[in-house]
């Protein structure tokens, strides 16, 4: 049984000629423990999907099934549950607070979740040790490198054990090195005996997407099973574009 099922979501923008339909009726089901890479052309809607599961946005249409939770058309204050429970981002940037260390960037939002300070500290402390940072985590951001700064904002998604990992163009900032730490990081979470997590990864690189389970090619609003080799052969130029979408 799928962890997460996405089923005909549709999603908009503007009103009458100048209205674009985005995403065109996309169905995804993504087990357990599974890591699923997400290609397309630039402004083919990627980043919209992912801020509609991640309950950032709403859909026009259709539903979002995680765990026994059912979402999609409601709007962001419909779903705070979402975001505080079941859902973690990782961006291509970190966002993490300058003047606040490892464990105290990783409390501070589950803090905001609800947990007491004590409770908060246990669990931030838990997740960066998990990520290998059990030793840097009363560093400020100046402190770390940069793939140590993009484990602490993966700590950060993990932490309260949240199911499923959203991550947009992850290794964006990082050298290649450190891209290949983090992505061997992805594999050990997904792998995990106690708690795996499902990670739905954005990318351009077709050499990260390669490292995934499995790939989805995000195309004319909907998405379709492919392989590196005809994605790449497709749509070479215009994945490897810059930029997203609305």
């Not at 993966?154 to 199911?163: D, F, H, T």
């Not at 163009?169 to 997904?190: H, Q, W, Y």
């Not at 909907?222 to 080799?229: C, G, N, P, V, W």
Request: overall charge negative; glycine content about 10%.
């Amino acid at each position: 049984m799928a962890l997460l099922k996405i089923s005909d979501l549709k999603k908009g923008f503007g009103s009458g000629d100048s209205r674009l339909e985005v995403l065109k009726g996309v169905d995804i089901e993504i087990l357990q423990g599974e890591m699923v890479a997400l290609m397309g052309p630039s402004g083919s809607g990627k980043s919209t999907l992912l801020n509609i599961i991640g309950g950032l946005m709403a859909a026009d249409s259709g539903q979002i099934q995680l765990k026994e939770r059912k979402y999609g058309k409601k709007g962001p204050s419909g779903v705070i549950d979402v975001r505080r429970n079941l859902v973690g981002w990782i961006f291509q940037d970190f966002h993490l607070l300058d003047n606040l260390t490892a464990v105290d960037n990783v409390a501070m939002s589950l803090e905001l979740s609800g947990l007491s300070s004590a409770e908060a500290e246990k669990a931030a402390i838990d997740a960066l040790e998990k990520v290998g940072l059990g030793d840097r985590m009363h560093h400020i951001p100046d402190q770390l490198s940069g793939g140590q700064q993009q484990r602490v904002a993966i700590a950060r998604a993990i932490a309260g054990n949240r199911p499923v990992l959203l991550a947009d163009e992850p290794t964006g900032n990082l050298d290649i090195a450190s891209g290949k730490e983090v992505m061997a990081l992805f594999r050990e979470l997904c792998h995990d005996k106690e708690n795996p997590v499902s990670i739905l990864m954005v990318t351009h690189d077709p050499d990260l997407a390669a490292a995934a389970d499995r790939m989805l090619l995000l195309r004319n609003g909907k998405t379709e099973a492919s392989d590196i080799r005809s994605a790449w052969g497709l749509d070479a130029e215009e994945i490897t574009e810059g930029g997203e979408e609305e």
